[in-house]
């Protein structure tokens, strides 16, 4: 059967990071593929969008058994020259005391340099959400790329790169916030951008963080969140309901209110535990009281 529509990432050599990118990028120059540059003569890139470099103990141990396997990009700048990707492995190269690195040389522009940069950082997946958002703002912001450029760059859905860009708006705080909390969910993380008020933000990370809600419960406290900041309200308390009614059973329904805003999934399993151990514990008296 014919394929008629192409799926993954673009074809042409501006957009496509496969696991040959930095082959491909090496035939744009007639530079030798690879040289040996001095690791005094290299500067860390100031544009590097990964915030945290992590720990850098594997790789230097990796790099003293088999040495830099994968060349690091660079461009020349003056007599000395910038990384444009792989400050880790620039980095454990220097830290276990190497002379000498293996690079590829590239006469690009601070546009192209940031591309790349980012782009490599996407393919190895080293970015947290956060880096990856205020990457892929700076593009929009510096060079003027508009959402779908970027999509067309990096090979992802215009959609996706709307809502990571969102994340970047998150104030460091919260951020921090978050991190310590160890909530790393990108999809309740973007659910927190969609805040438009940022004292609501806020109240939205304090609740997620105290009840520990899941997606689905973020998801809808946010939705309370947004539909009173477009009707321009000051956000009042709306207790939470729960009501059941079975599909094959008509005989009942129930219905429980409680006195604050959000109850997570678990918490109403636990509420509804406790119900029925101490029903369970009232019958158990009557009986008692019935026998004596």
Known sequence: MQKTKKSGLPESLGMRHDPHFVELLA?????????????????????????????LQELMESIKSKGVLEPILVRPKGDRFEIIAGERRYLASKNIGLKEIPCIEMNVEDQEAMEISLIENLQRKDLDIFEEADGLKALMT?????HQQIAEKIGKARSTITEIISISRIPESLRIKLKEAGINSRSTIIEISKIENLENMSKLVDKIIENRLTRTDTR??????KEKESANEKIKPKFFVFNYIPKDNKSYKLRIEFKKQVVSRQELINILEEIIENLRKEAAATKDIDKA
């Open 27 to 55: 035939t744009k120059t007639s530079a030798p593929r690879v040289r040996l540059i001095s690791i005094d003569r290299i500067d860390p890139n100031p544009r590097q969008a990964r915030n945290e470099l992590g720990n």
């Open 142 to 146: 510096l060079y003027g790329y508009s």
């Open 220 to 225: 809808d406290l946010t939705k309370l969140f």
